[in-house]
């Protein structure tokens, strides 16, 4: 059991961390997904190998301290029990997290064969195909993955999103600003924001004007429980300190005595300090946490070399604020050696 708990942990992380990397406004969903992946890692893995006779098979194996390791045991247990399509879903999610796009791509069929109406897992061996595609384009299969997937599950929204796509991709802009459309009001209103100037693209291209301008509403800095927060490096710090210039500032908002997991986070650049910043709950990684349903959190900003969300050693933070909310004024943090 205990090789069968290293190889979990080493794909589950190792999966957890790549869907964890791009965490700020534009992907914030994508955290979430790191939560699934940890949760379907250990499922998996219990699957294929988590039987005392599973685990006597592979008992003579050295216990995995790297992803390859833990892919290399992964691949041999499925050899063993080809039947698992949790199993093959996690092997294509680890393999991407390589780089090895194609045998990714490979995997998420192989899963795809075991469950084929799965909606959720149509849209991930359709997107892999089109990560695996020398020309990043949605083949014939990729799209038949992708209308099926919306057959089974209609308004699927990355498969609506994806469907758009291909239908970009063969010039047939109008259909996919069609497609888009509805997407409207189904997402928030960053997101809103940002897929409408994809539609009025897509519009233009074919010949047609823009979406009519949406009705007035409070815009994502004025919603409930919004935050203006003002960070600086601290002067004297700044002079003497030799500063990586593609260094990354997080600006984060916390529960006070909770969890590590932000329920806001924006990400910028180090180049762009002293900034102002509005955290609302268009900066939540995760649906069911947001800021408007907060009546105090902890405010604080990180420098990062790595670029990393997760904290990593050398990086230095401001002073944690506490603040109740709605708060009444800006939050100003202060990054620098005295910050703590």
């Known amino acids: 059991m205990g090789l069968f708990l290293a190889i979990a942990v080493v794909l589950a992380l190792a999966v957890f ?28 893995l219990y699957r294929l190998m988590g039987t005392p006779a599973a685990t006597g098979q592979v008992a003579a194996n050295a216990m995995p301290t790297t992803l390859d390791e833990a892919i290399l045991q992964l691949q041999a247990a499925l050899e063993r029990d080809p039947n698992q399509p949790q199993g093959w879903l996690l092997l ?41 595609s ?11 993955w992708v209308r099926h997937a919306l057959s089974v599950q209609p308004g699927h929204q990355r498969a609506t999103w994806l469907l758009g796509i291909s239908q970009r991709q063969e010039g047939q802009s109008a259909e996919a600003a069609k497609t888009w459309e509805p997407l409207l009001a189904q997402v928030d209103a960053a997101t809103a924001a940002t897929l409408r100037q994809q539609i009025d693209t897509a519009r233009a291209d074919a010949g047609l004007p823009p979406l009519p301008a949406p009705a007035e ?7 409930a429980n919004a935050l203006t927060v003002k960070v600086a490096l601290d002067p004297d710090f700044a002079a ?25 986070v924006e990400k910028h650049s180090l180049s762009e ?8 709950d268009g900066d939540s990684p995760m649906p069911t946490q947001k800021l408007s349903a907060l009546k105090e959190v902890e405010v604080f900003a990180r420098l990062s070399a790595s670029g990393d969300p997760m904290r ?15 708060a009444t004024s800006p939050v100003e943090l202060i990054l620098g050696p005295s910050s703590k």
């Open 273 to 280: 300090l002293p900034l102002t910043v509005a955290l609302d």
């Open 217 to 223: 509403s409070a815009s994502p800095a004025t919603s």
């Open 134 to 144: 020398p020309e990043r384009k949605l083949d014939a299969q990729a799209i038949a």
């Open 17 to 44: 961390g790549v869907v964890l990397r791009p965490l700020w406004r534009e992907s914030r969903g994508l955290v979430l997904g790191g939560f699934v992946a940890l949760g379907l890692a250990t499922f998996a």
């Open 312 to 326: 990593q050693e050398g990086d230095m933070e401001s002073k944690p604020v506490r603040i109740t909310l709605p």
């Open 240 to 264: 003497r300190a030799r500063l990586r210039g593609d260094a990354t500032v997080f600006v984060i908002a916390r529960v006070p005595g909770g969890p590590p997991m932000p329920v806001a």
């Open 92 to 132: 294509g999610k680890s393999l991407a997290s390589e780089g090895r796009l194609a045998e990714s791509s490979d995997a998420f069929a192989r899963a795809v064969k075991l469950l084929p109406d799965d909606p959720d897992l149509l849209v991930e061996a359709a997107q892999s195909r089109l990560y695996a």
